[in-house]
Nanobody, 125 residues
Framework: QVQLQQSEGDSVQAGGSLKLTCSVF????????MAWFHQSPGKDREGVAN???????NYADSVKGRFTASQDKANNVLYLELNNMQPEDTGIYYC???????????????????WGQGTQVTVSS
């Protein structure tokens, strides 16, 4: 059983930066894919980034060059660094995990079995 625990929410001005964390508890196999999703009010969760056990990453076009996914494998922590944030980045960010041999470039919620509780991020203009 895997449990994902996310950091607390935060607020930032447009153009600012945040770093979200997701701590992983439980058994993680050698091959996995972990991802970050963004959910705006009234909308479905959209994949923004993923990272596999080898450190390979994929990003949604909307965040390329602004968001960076990384991991600390020794401590089972996943990170999402958000830079040059804009008001449309406001919403709840979820981390997710799946036992996959690789991460697809198409980041889809239905591929993931385990979810964090979500982190509220607010970007003001």
């Amino acid at each position: 059983q895997v449990q994902l625990q996310q950091s607390e929410g935060d607020s930032v001005q447009a153009g600012g930066s945040l770093k979200l964390t997701c701590s992983v508890f439980g058994s993680i196999y050698s091959s996995y894919c972990m991802a970050w999703f963004h959910q705006s009010p009234g909308k479905d969760r959209e994949g923004v980034a993923n990272i596999d056990s080898d450190g390979s990453t994929n990003y949604a076009d909307s965040v390329k060059g602004r968001f960076t996914a990384s991991q600390d494998k020794a401590n089972n922590v996943l990170y999402l660094e958000l830079n040059n944030m804009q008001p449309e980045d406001t919403g709840i960010y979820y981390c997710a995990a799946a036992y996959l041999t690789y991460c697809s470039g198409n980041i889809v919620a239905s591929d993931f079995n385990y979810w964090g509780q979500g982190t509220q991020v607010t970007v003001s203009s």
